[in-house]
């Protein structure tokens, strides 16, 4: 049975879809539209699922409850992890190898849920085999990589997604449209942060397995915190100013996870410089959540918080209509009261009002959790995956925003490793990135 | 619902504000009145707005209207009187309006009551969205409330959109509200509300594209904004959604199928 709430949050997305408006700020959302939704109904994808550890289970959770896949086949080198998929979907053929998986013709589709390390190889061998790709951020380990895929990409006709979920949130798409349309008025900088206490390590059953299961933790695999993180954040700045920036600077150490082998950073601060002179202030470590996960697009009128699905006035008329008429009849005056809108006389805030991008509740992560949230956008960016596979339509800019956020995350490591501002190097510019 | 409450000696007035009610805010204040009386007429529209959102909001997870929209399609729902009452009455004013208020966004005429209490799901499943009916409703409810109570002058401010007046200001007569253009902040237009109530409905610069044409179901964008007066909150706020959506022809034909508007205008 399919997920009622799911069900009618793809609904929304496609009413979502159905606008112009949303469409000039998220056009990947194209591909989502209510007509395209139902032009496959009764069609499922033939998915594969290539890296079982705990992303790749959350996504066959999520495949459970999209109607138009079936997942066929499951790869991983580990066999503990690849007997806990094959419970979920007992009928799905198991591999060791993927080179195998990839030879099978009756496969639409493979999502690649493996270290980061291994990306860009398994991206372009599925490629090669004509199947259409859904591949976990970032794109790859290195910004050679990431140029061959993009450019493998661009020579193909498959399908490519990156799951930068934050493109399918329904609060980060509304919040991005309410800055387009002037709310928070100029974007003049942006905040982003990530905090978790916790030391990044998964249970290891064997010595043998460390680098296998911990594989976000040693540099031949992970980019840390830059890649595994900052990435979702970066893309987000990326998307709301439709820039680059030219120059990075950064630092970053180990300080308090110290008592294993890890060779990741657990602190970093990095500044990216666009060329009109905004910033990006980007901070992340894991050894105090107080601050929880934010991104925060500072605007000259108000503050967008995407994160939290929340955003401030700088001049908030909100409550100040009530106010004026409660002192309206203090003081005996007459006077029309402004109702409806940002009408209300301004009042000298003493606090910022919180105001909700979506009205009522809604889905907030609070970044804690290192397998995924729900309602994060991450099923979504699938289900609109799996479409692709029956449709073969690419989502507009998934992968050159993926290939932006990840380049801008690789160089983010590489100022903190060098010690100097860097600027972005000519050599990984695509023509999609405007500085 | 977080809610606090204010009270003026000097005055005679009671103030109660309310928050995270169905989606949004609400303020009301009563003149005329001793505290104790304010803290009892309060708790009781209190009480009823509770009930409407335990019946009606789409916001609360665990509500009887998100149970139906939830519900698998032709599965058969027991729903309270309540429930059965309000989604009947609401889907009453899709004739009248032509379709253009329908809170099933086109699935009105597939609604069946088994019974009173039994509600059988169409095949295509049912999104119910109450959202402006639920507010109209609530206040015209807490009007009843405070008329009940005695109270002559109040006022009543429901997510600033959905605006009631009882009797007057004290410094005048009726209560004066102003509609201004969200996008430019220009004033559009003046009502004054003397047992009357202000609907506004339109797109603001935060909110943009939570209007959709029931009968297209696409979303009405751009910079749009109705206004009604009329002396039922609940005929405010189904004709102000209804305005946004119905051409100038089709806007004539159906304000004759409702009594007491008292005004009634769209800004384009």
Not at chain 1, 144 to 158: A, I, L, S
Not at chain 1, 291 to 317: C, K, P, V
Not at chain 2, 12 to 29: I, K, P, Y
């Amino acid at each position: 049975m399919t997920d009622p709430s799911r069900r009618s949050f793809m609904r929304s997305l496609g009413v979502l879809a159905g606008s112009a408006a949303v469409l000039s700020t998220a056009p990947w959302l194209a591909s989502c539209s209510a007509d395209k939704q139902a032009a496959v109904t009764g069609e499922r994808a033939r998915i594969a699922l290539i890296g079982t550890g705990s992303r790749g289970q959350y996504h066959l959770h999520n495949l459970k409850l999209i109607p138009h896949s079936e997942v066929v086949a499951l790869c991983d080198i580990h066999q503990p992890h690849l007997d806990e998929a094959s419970q979920l979907f007992p009928e799905a053929k198991t591999y060791t190898d993927y080179h195998a998986l990839l030879d099978d013709p009756d496969i639409d589709g493979v999502i690649i849920a493996t270290p980061l390390g291994t990306h860009a190889r398994i991206t372009l061998d599925a490629l090669d085999a004509g199947k259409h790709v859904f591949c976990e951020k970032a794109m790859a380990l290195t910004l050679d990589e990431c140029k061959e895929v993009y450019e493998r990409y661009k020579q193909c006709d498959n399908v490519l997604y990156y799951c930068m979920q934050r493109m399918y949130d329904e609060k980060y798409i509304r919040g991005v449209q309410m800055i387009n349309d002037g709310l928070i008025g100029d974007v003049v900088g942006m905040r982003c942060h990530w905090f978790r206490n916790a030391d990044w390590r998964r249970d290891c059953p064997d010595p043998s397995l460390e680098r296998l299961i911990n594989w976000r933790l040693y540099r031949e695999t992970s980019g840390g915190l830059m890649t595994e993180l900052a990435s979702h954040q970066l893309e987000v700045c990326s998307w709301v100013t439709g820039k680059m920036p030219s120059k990075i600077m950064g630092m970053g150490d180990i300080i308090h996870w110290k008592h294993d082998a890890r060779e990741v950073y657990d602190t970093v601060n990095v500044v990216y410089k666009y060329s009109d002179g905004r910033t990006i202030s980007y901070e992340s470590l894991i050894s105090n959540k107080y601050n929880g996960m934010e991104d925060q697009i500072l605007g000259s009128r108000g503050t967008m918080n995407l994160a939290t699905g929340l955003y401030y006035l700088e001049e908030d008329n909100s409550r100040s209509g009530i106010k004026q008429l409660l002192s309206s009849v203090r003081e005996s005056v007459f006077s029309a009261i402004p109702a409806a809108g940002p009408s209300w006389r301004p009042e000298t805030a003493d606090a910022y009002i919180p105001h909700s991008i979506l009205d009522g509740v809604t889905h907030v992560n609070n970044g804690q959790s290192t397998i995924g949230a729900d309602h994060d956008g991450s099923e979504d960016i699938l289900a609109s995956f799996c479409q692709a596979c029956i449709t073969g339509e690419r989502a507009v800019n998934v992968v050159e925003e993926a290939y932006s956020a990840t380049a801008l995350c690789l160089l983010g490591n590489k100022a903190i490793e060098e010690g100097t501002t860097i600027d972005f190097p000519d050599e990984y510019k695509i023509p999609y990135m405007k500085f | 619902m977080k809610a606090s409450t204010d009270y003026y000696h000097e005055n005679s007035m009671f103030h109660a504000s309310a928050t995270e009610v169905m989606g949004t805010r609400l303020d009301m204040v009563i003149l005329g009145i001793d505290r104790a009386k304010g803290d009892l007429l309060w708790q009781q529209c209190r009480e009823r707005l509770e009930q409407l959102e335990a019946v009606g909001s789409k916001f609360k997870a665990d509500s009887e209207t998100t149970a139906v929209n939830r519900a698998e399609p032709l599965s058969i729902v027991t729903v309270s009187p309540l429930f059965g009452q309000l989604l009947t009455e609401a889907i009453g004013f899709r004739q009248p309006t032509r379709g253009c208020f329908d809170v099933t966004l086109g699935s009105c005429s597939a609604v069946e009551f088994r019974s009173p209490v039994e509600l059988v799901v169409p095949a295509s499943g049912l999104t119910i969205d109450l959202g402006g009916y639920l507010k109209g409703r609530a206040v015209d409810d807490m009007m009843a409330v405070l008329k009940s109570g005695g109270v002559t002058d109040a006022f009543i401010d429901f997510g600033g959109s959905s605006i009631m007046g009882i009797g007057s200001h004290p410094a005048g007569k009726g209560w004066p509200v102003s509609v201004t253009d969200p996008y430019s902040r220009r004033v559009l237009a003046t009502f004054s509300l003397r047992d009357a109530s202000l609907s506004t409905s339109g797109n603001t610069p935060a909110y943009n594209g939570h209007i959709v044409n029931p009968a297209t179901g696409r979303i009405v964008s751009g910079n749009r904004l109705s206004a009604i007066v009329a002396r039922e909150a609940l005929v405010a706020e189904v004709l102000s959604t209804t305005w946004l959506v119905a051409d100038e022809q089709l806007r004539r034909e159906i304000l004759p199928q409702f009594e007491n508007v008292y005004n009634e205008f769209v800004y384009n």
